[in-house]
């Protein structure tokens, strides 16, 4: 089993950057697709940008049309963390951050209920 700690969230003004991290223990995760899902007051769960494992170590990026060109999901297998880039932030963007994983490959990346491992959440909120 793998658990997993995001941190790297904090309070910004539009325009700015983070970078969230999820660390993971308990188990590597070169052959997981990780995923990054956030949740905003009142709203569902959303997709924001997977890391699909494919592999022979090819993993594919996927990003949510609302932040491609600004976010940029990566990973270091040899620290076990998966990173989640964050530009040129809109208020919009103002949500829970959770990171999840998957041991296997994934045909539907965008489902939070394909992923049985979760980390805590971290807060990012873009000020206008």
């Known amino acids: 089993q793998v658990h997993l700690v995001e941190s790297g969230g904090g309070l910004v003004q539009a325009g700015d950057s983070l970078r969230l991290s999820c660390a993971a223990s308990?188990?590597?995760?070169?052959?997981?697709?990780v995923a990054w899902f956030r949740q905003a007051p009142g709203k569902e769960r959303e997709f924001v940008a997977a890391q699909a494992w494919r592999g022979s170590g090819i993993y594919i990026p996927y990003y949510e049309d609302s932040v491609k060109g600004r976010f940029t999901i990566s990973r270091d297998n040899a620290k076990s963390t998966v990173y989640l880039q964050l530009n040129s932030l809109k208020p919009e963007d103002t949500a829970l951050y959770y990171c999840?994983?998957?041991?296997?490959?994934?045909?539907?990346?965008?489902?939070?209920?394909?992923?049985?491992?979760w980390g805590q959440g971290t807060q990012v909120t873009v000020s206008s």
């Open positions: 999840a994983g998957e041991p296997s490959y994934i045909s539907t990346y965008s489902v939070p209920e394909n992923f049985h491992y």
């Open positions: 308990g188990r590597t995760i070169n052959t997981y697709t």
